[in-house]
T-cell receptor
């Protein structure tokens, strides 16, 4: 059974800092890994998708890496802004493509 | 606590038929549920927000007459794919709001339309 863990559970940083969010998963047989943000009361917003054959993806100030063999992914946020404050979730799609397992999330607060 | 059950996990149907997917919050009441879908090699995308007792709010580009969402009770939301076609084959997943800022997810439903 796939288990996805995110560390830290919560993070508070001053504006402008670069930061790293971690995601680990127990079963390396995955189809893809995705990072999302969730704003209070809203659904998920997709940030980055990494296929199992890829090692990283970048979008603007965001960079996500994937090390499938070690069961780890990191989300790097450069020059953080107050608007980045949200909960960040990683999710792993099983190799059969029919089950998505979410981590518990990292709650990020960026202070002005 | 905070478990969301989604059923069925896999469904195969013929083109032109309708398919219903259920999303239930087992041990809490969910006034808001969300429906997502994911096509192969694409990211999970929000389809609609379902509020108990009112009409669902659909994201741009999602046909409300094709994807019927009913949230008749605080523990059940259903997504019906009407007149399904092969291009509707996708992974559908629901989530429910639990508490102020927590979303709990179903395990997803893989729809294959032949």
């Amino acid at each position: 059974k796939q288990e996805v863990t995110q560390i830290p559970a919560a993070l508070s940083v001053p504006e402008g800092e670069n930061l790293v969010l971690n995601c680990s998963f127990t079963d390396s047989a995955i189809y893809n890994l995705q990072w999302f943000r969730q704003d209070p009361g809203k659904g998920l917003t997709s940030l980055l998708l990494i296929q199992s054959s890829q090692r990283e993806q970048t979008s603007g100030r965001l960079n996500a890496s994937l090390d499938k063999s070690s069961g780890r992914s990191t989300l790097y946020i450069a020059a953080s802004q107050p608007g980045d404050s949200a909960t960040y979730l990683c999710a792993v799609m099983g190799s059969s493509g029919d089950k998505l397992t979410f981590g518990t999330g990292t709650r990020l607060a960026v202070r002005p | 606590g905070a478990v969301v059950s989604q059923h069925p996990s896999r469904v195969i149907c013929k083109s032109g038929t309708s398919v219903k997917i259920e999303c239930r919050s087992l041990d809490f009441q969910a006034t808001t549920m969300f429906w997502y879908r994911q096509f192969p090699k694409q990211s999970l995308m929000l389809m609609a927000t379902s509020n108990e007792g009112s009409k669902a709010t659909y994201e741009q580009g999602v046909e409300k007459d094709k994807f019927l969402i009913n949230h008749a009770s605080l523990t059940l939301s259903t997504l019906t794919v009407t007149s399904a076609h092969p291009e509707d084959s996708s992974f559908y997943i629901c989530s429910a709001s639990y508490g102020a800022n927590v979303l709990t997810f179903g395990a997803g439903s893989r729809l294959t339309v032949l």
